[in-house]
């Protein structure tokens, strides 16, 4: 960290002396191979945060298929690779010029171009003039129902160089990021500094400026070794030389090689090694030449908490734990960038700041632990939730409210509602602590372990301890964690803090989805409707039914995303949510169900009969009673009685619902084919739409088959 804010002091610099930044003068073009060749470009930086690699190399890779398209040029295989300092490009069998092709290009309508006797009109004669043809070249045709000029557009390939010399700014230009960053007196935003370009088709440069860095065919080698030159002498040569310089491209090459390296390490000392996804792939992505170095640390530290020891090595470190039998041995496996020549100075050097890391959190826990948890509860007054909303004690104590209102409806039994709210209680306390203060991340684990340390139940610490986690696994846990973030949505959307457009600073986003996937998850029919009331009327200022339903309409919002990405079709989910949103676990119930009879191959006849009975009928402003001395015709009297055999307490089942439908069906056809609905006779025309009013509205509650394709 020490190191990063040296180069952002000193401007980044990558050589001992650099050269004036300017406008480059770019080389003209000189003869090149008139055969496909390789193309190669390297995109040379400081190092670039780690999610900025995975973004850059997603990124390239949808660009570069649209450019090569728009370019018109002919290529065989695309390769993108992304490393902390480069950003590759390769392309097989590149073309050496864009093909000659004829463009029709669209003009004015065609009695606009030409007068009654046929002669062109200023219009034609400026399209003419502006696409480079004879006014008689010009041709009418017919698209639609109307008539258009077009004019048939020659244009010759240019070579790909000087294709390429224009396009590639503009493709460096367009990867773009979430947070960048400006160096130098171009102006240009990148994510981090660009230091060099290399761009060869064949053994032939591709003359560009951008950023005020100017093309070549010099690459770079590791920054441990003082980023050596590299000299690319053709495209079809630079994986090899880059690999001879000890550069791993490849993301899953690297990847793989930590996992095998860091399992071996952890193997000589009769341990497993902890690797975790995002560790690895946050570590995958600082370096480009992984090297294993084993370290170890005092045995005294492992008197911590064991989440405090990961939490250090791996988020502050960015080590990987060694275990055995689930219990931290003093020992950790760290990834160099570069070789092992010196590592046992590297070795030292990160022992004696990992020792240093864990005294500090030793004296922390030894100093939290002199009190009882309880006894930094009153301290969370000091800590503002909101100015609006008050503190985190008053949070805290709002949500002790509302976990005892929706405590019955998570199947919390009055037996277990006293250690739920224990556990509500005491759930915010650890915010006060040395070691939470110090390590946010630790908020919730550090609560559950001093839990324990002060005699508090079991229970009660696993609940503290899970509130933070998406899915928590006790009743408790997932009590107080569904009241948390109740209380946070409700409050902050009362207080005008909705996420607008990619701002979400309070994490509402998250927030709801923390509702609904651990109402999926366990199953549990929930009305979050009525939830969000409860919550409303224990908030310090006023939140009135328009918020309340903003509130659900937002998190059904969330909703649709999670239940779309566990593979289920837009508009079967769209039908559902638009009765079910209300309840998380009878929504993808209802899905599952609907996903299950639109398969069938008699759904489009299902949907179709029902479909009549919902259309002829939706423009009605009043709902008609059917009276039954008003059934005239056989066909309407069947369809009524057979609709009155029917069990129509659906309780959002779709499957009870369509079956319904089914048993309707015969009955549905022969009414349509005989019975005029809209007949002349008004007692007669509303009796028989509020026998189609009844079955539209069996779907209430349940789906809205109108949002069906094919509806």
């Not at 065609?110 to 003419?128: E, H, I, L, V």
């Not at 100017?214 to 980023?227: E, I």
């Not at 275990?323 to 496996?333: D, E, I, M, S, W």
């Not at 609560?447 to 508090?456: D, N, P, V």
């Amino acid at each position: 960290e020490s190191y990063a804010e040296q180069r952002k002091e000193h401007e980044y610099p990558l050589l001992k002396k650099e050269s004036g930044i300017g406008k480059a003068e770019v080389p003209a073009l000189s003869a090149f191979n008139d055969q496909p060749s390789v193309f190669l470009l390297e995109i040379g930086v400081e190092e670039l945060p780690a999610d900025d690699v995975d973004t850059a190399h997603e990124k390239l890779t949808k660009l570069i298929q649209s450019l090569l398209d728009e370019l018109y040029l002919d290529h065989g295989d695309v390769r993108i690779f992304s490393t902390p300092r480069r950003l590759v490009l390769s392309i097989d069998s590149l073309s050496p010029n864009q093909p000659d092709r004829e463009d029709l290009v669209k003009g004015p309508p065609a009695d606009k171009a030409f007068d009654a006797d046929g002669k062109p009109t200023k219009a034609a004669q400026g399209f003419a003039k502006k696409n480079g043809v004879e006014e008689s070249a010009l041709e009418v045709r017919e698209e639609g129902s109307n008539k258009y000029v077009f004019a048939v557009v020659k244009q010759k390939g240019r070579p790909t160089p000087e294709v390429l010399a224009d396009a590639l700014p503009k493709l460096v230009e367009s990867i773009k990021f979430e947070k960048s960053m400006r160096w130098n007196e171009s102006g240009v935003a990148f994510s981090r500094p660009i230091r060099w370009y290399v761009a060869l088709l064949g053994d032939m440069v591709i003359p560009f400026e951008y950023a005020g860095v100017v093309s070549g065919n010099v690459s770079r080698g590791l920054r441990p070794y003082d980023s050596p030159e590299i000299k690319i002498s053709s495209a079809d040569k630079y994986f090899d030389m880059i690999r001879e310089s000890g550069i791993v491209l490849d993301k899953e090459e690297r990847r793989s090689s930590i996992i095998e390296q860091v399992n071996q390490a952890a193997s000589l000392v009769g341990g497993e090694a902890i690797i975790e996804e995002g560790l690895l792939n946050e570590v995958t992505n600082l370096i480009e030449m992984p090297t294993a170095v084993m370290g170890g640390f005092n045995e005294e530290f492992l008197e911590l908490p064991q989440d405090v020891l990961i939490s250090v090595m791996k988020k502050h470190q960015r080590y990987f734990p060694i275990q055995k039998n689930g219990k931290l041995l003093a020992h950790f496996v760290a990834i160099r960038n570069g070789d092992d020549i010196g590592v046992d100075t590297v070795r030292e050097g990160n022992e004696h700041v990992l020792g240093a890391r864990f005294a500090d959190a030793n004296f922390f826990v030894r100093e939290d632990v002199k009190r009882k948890l309880e006894e930094y509860r009153p301290e969370l007054a000091s800590l503002t939730f909101h100015t609006k909303l008050g503190s985190m004690l008053d949070k805290t104590e709002r949500i002790g409210k509302l976990v005892k209102e929706i405590a019955p409806a998570l199947g919390i039994t009055k037996d277990q509602l006293p250690l739920t709210s224990r556990a509500a209680h005491l759930m915010k306390a650890d915010l006060a602590t040395q070691m939470v203060t110090e390590m946010t991340s630790l908020q919730g684990i550090i609560g559950g372990e001093y839990a324990l340390r002060s005699g508090e139940q079991k229970d009660v610490a696993v609940a503290i301890s899970e509130q933070y986690q998406t899915v928590p696994q006790t009743k408790a846990g997932l009590a107080i964690a569904l009241a948390d973030r109740l209380d946070s949505l409700v409050g902050l959307f009362a207080a005008g803090l909705a996420p607008t457009g990619a701002k979400d600073p309070f994490g509402l986003r998250r927030a709801a989805i923390g509702l609904v996937q651990p109402l999926i998850d366990h199953e549990i029919e929930f009305d979050l409707a009525d939830a969000i009331k409860k919550s409303a009327k224990t908030q310090p200022i006023k939140v009135d039914p328009e918020t309340q339903n903003q509130i659900l309409d937002f998190i059904t919002g969330r909703l649709s995303v999670v239940v779309k990405d566990m593979g289920y079709k837009h508009d079967v989910v769209e039908a559902v949510l638009a009765e079910q949103s209300n309840n998380p676990a009878g929504t993808v119930r209802a899905v599952k169900q609907l996903s299950a009879w639109v398969r069938r191959e008699d759904w489009s006849s299902i949907l179709d009969g029902f479909a009549r009975c919902v259309r002829i009928t939706r423009d009605q402003e009043k709902t008609y009673k059917v009276k039954e001395k008003s059934l005239r015709e056989v066909e309407e009297t069947t369809l009524h009685e057979v609709l009155n055999l029917q069990d129509l307490s659906f309780d959002g089942d779709v499957d009870a619902f369509l079956k319904v439908v089914l048993a309707l069906i015969p009955s549905i056809t022969s009414f349509f084919e005989k019975i005029m609905v809209m007949a002349e006779e008004k007692d007669l025309r509303e009796n028989r739409l509020g026998l189609m009013q009844r079955i539209a509205s069996l779907s209430n509650g349940v789906a809205d088959l109108s949002k069906l394709e094919g509806f």
